[in-house]
């Protein structure tokens, strides 16, 4: 089974890639490829870019990448209660080639914030938005107050209630065996 983990944010040092980072380590190391978002450069979404040079090959790299894999591992940051720009814009063009984006792939959700919030504004929004993309969201989950919980430097979480509350939902990505 192949996982595509996808850290929705073109941060290097993005606290849900590292949120993303830990769960791949939960999971059979042959199974997860960690996405960069930075690898997929598109100019901002407009019909009229659109209309003068067509859908750029970066969105159907993208759109080939979730088709590969046998299911999706997201993890959102949240920019003013809502997706980062370049998510958001990698999405968008990818949208305009097949609506179906997470191509009928089971998802299980994360995201994590620096706040008590946990980026759950847009955890909640891409959860309850998935099913218009063929997305199946089998579990999420929120992550708040992302530098109390994760021991940055051990790379892991260290609040016992979070972690295993993770490596539940990651179950929801079966046949995966969670560690």
Not at 129 to 136: K, Q
Request: net charge negative.
């Amino acid at each position: 089974m192949k996982i595509l983990a996808i850290p929705a944010s073109n941060s290097r040092k993005s606290i849900n890639r590292q949120l993303l980072n830990y769960a791949a380590t939960l999971l059979p190391d042959d199974t997860v490829e960690l996405l960069d978002i930075n690898d997929y450069p598109l100019p901002i979404y407009s019909e009229d870019v659109e209309a003068e040079s067509g859908v750029p090959q970066p969105a159907r790299d993208f759109l080939d990448k979730i088709a590969e894999a046998d299911a999706l591992l997201i993890s959102y940051a949240e920019h003013n209660g809502s997706y980062t720009v370049a998510y958001k814009n990698l999405f968008d063009w990818a949208s305009r080639l097949d609506r179906n984006v997470y191509q009928n792939k089971p998802i299980v959700m994360l995201a994590t914030s620096p706040g008590p919030g946990g980026a759950g504004s847009v955890l909640g929004s891409a959860v309850n938005s998935a099913h218009f993309f063929s997305g199946e969201v089998r579990a999420s989950l929120s992550v708040p107050s992302f530098y109390e919980h994760f021991d940055v430097e051990g790379g892991r979480l260290i609040d016992s209630e979070l972690d295993a509350s993770l490596r539940e939902v990651l179950e929801h990505l079966s046949p995966v065996e969670v560690a």
